[in-house]
């Protein structure tokens, strides 16, 4: 029962006995059934909107095209390119939980994706990279750990804009893991939000989100790639003080996808 509680919901008990145990152990597990059941429907439902949406977003698109005043065209054309992104990035997300689209994997230098990163988004930022150089190459699916780890970048920039803290990526390695460390002395985030950040839409502070910008599915989407890569995801944060959030990826990733949730 604690493991259904604390999320196994596709634990079943088993237990054969015919007296008011056994019958308590089957209503547990058809409970256990019906919840699975809506988590799997809310899934399809997150997916069925976001496929939905992309046709209308691209009409509109269209159609602003069209418009003349070049201020109003501008500003609405940004907030359609974010719609976009966030529709993007809760399809991959989805896919990747419902494995409907396998991860690509090439041998790859993690180091080398993260200078790219580096120079495409975040050049004028307060970015410093303290890169293993010894790291060994990894079978990965490189245009999702990249997306993964720039999500953590952008997170640990918003976070530390208050105080223009540095922000810090690490990569190190052991005989079985590799890691990287998206670290930053921003705000941080207080306990009780860490076993709930990689739900999607989850953010720590709704009142501050046209602020920052987020609608809460980055944390979502890195968890999905880092569990389709058989890794973890492990948040370690003290209010106030700051963040590292590493990803920890194992060098034997298997292509077939584990259903974690
Ligand atoms: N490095 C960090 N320091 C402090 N808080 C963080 C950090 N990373 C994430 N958070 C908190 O976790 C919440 C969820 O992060 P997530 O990346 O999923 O969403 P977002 O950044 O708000 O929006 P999005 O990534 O979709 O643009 C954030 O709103 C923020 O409150
Ligand atoms: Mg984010």
Same mark, same amino acid.
Request: a negative charge.
């Given at each position: 029962?604690?493991?259904?509680? =604390?999320?196994?919901?596709?634990?079943?008990? *088993?237990?054969?006995?015919?007296?008011?145990?056994?019958?308590?152990?089957?209503?547990?597990?058809?409970?256990? *059934? *019906?919840?699975?059941?809506?988590?799997?429907?809310?899934?399809?439902?997150?997916? =069925?909107?976001?496929?939905?949406?992309?046709?209308?977003?691209?009409?509109?698109?269209?159609?602003?095209?069209?418009?003349?005043?070049?201020?109003?065209?501008?500003?609405?054309?940004?907030?359609?390119?974010?719609?976009?992104?966030?529709?993007?990035?809760?399809?991959?997300?989805?896919?990747?939980?419902?494995?409907?689209?396998?991860?690509?994997?090439?041998?790859?230098?993690?180091?080398?994706?993260?200078?790219?990163?580096?120079?495409?988004?975040?050049?004028?930022?307060?970015?410093?990279?303290?890169?293993?150089?010894?790291?060994?190459?990894?079978?990965?699916?490189?245009?999702? %750990?990249?997306?993964?780890?720039?999500?953590?970048?952008?997170?640990?920039?918003?976070?530390?804009?208050?105080?223009?803290?540095?922000?810090?990526?690490?990569?190190?390695?052991?005989?079985?893991?590799?890691?990287?460390?998206?670290?930053?002395?921003?705000?941080? %985030?207080?306990?009780?939000?860490?076993?709930?950040?990689?739900?999607?839409?989850?953010?720590?502070?709704?009142?501050?989100?046209?602020?920052?910008?987020?609608?809460?599915?980055?944390?979502?989407?890195?968890?999905?790639?880092?569990?389709?890569?058989?890794?973890?995801?492990?948040?370690?944060?003290?209010?106030?003080?700051?963040?590292?959030?590493?990803?920890?990826?194992?060098?034997?990733?298997?292509?077939?996808?584990?259903?974690?949730?």
């Amino acid at each position: 029962i604690n493991r259904i509680g =604390s999320g196994e919901v596709d634990y079943r008990l *088993n237990i054969n006995r015919n007296d008011e145990f056994g019958e308590l152990s089957t209503s547990i597990n058809s409970m256990a *059934n *019906n919840i699975e059941e809506m988590l799997e429907a809310k899934r399809q439902l997150l997916l =069925s909107i976001s496929h939905e949406l992309r046709t209308p977003i691209t009409r509109a698109k269209l159609a602003l095209s069209l418009i003349d005043d070049a201020f109003v065209k501008e500003s609405a054309l940004e907030d359609m390119d974010e719609m976009e992104a966030l529709i993007h990035e809760l399809l991959e997300a989805e896919r990747l939980r419902e494995n409907h689209s396998p991860l690509e994997l090439e041998n790859s230098n993690i180091n080398e994706l993260i200078e790219q990163l580096q120079h495409h988004y975040f050049k004028n930022k307060n970015l410093i990279l303290k890169l293993e150089k010894q790291l060994p190459n990894i079978a990965i699916d490189e245009t999702r %750990i990249s997306l993964a780890i720039k999500n953590l970048i952008k997170n640990a920039i918003t976070a530390s804009s208050t105080n223009d803290g540095q922000v810090i990526v690490r990569t190190s390695y052991d005989k079985t893991h590799i890691n990287i460390d998206v670290s930053d002395s921003g705000v941080g %985030i207080d306990e009780k939000h860490i076993p709930h950040l990689t739900e999607p839409f989850y953010r720590t502070d709704s009142s501050r989100q046209r602020k920052t910008g987020g609608v809460g599915i980055g944390l979502y989407l890195i968890q999905a790639v880092v569990d389709a890569h058989h890794g973890k995801l492990i948040i370690d944060s003290q209010l106030g003080k700051g963040t590292t959030i590493t990803i920890h990826l194992p060098y034997q990733t298997h292509a077939k996808h584990s259903k974690v949730s």
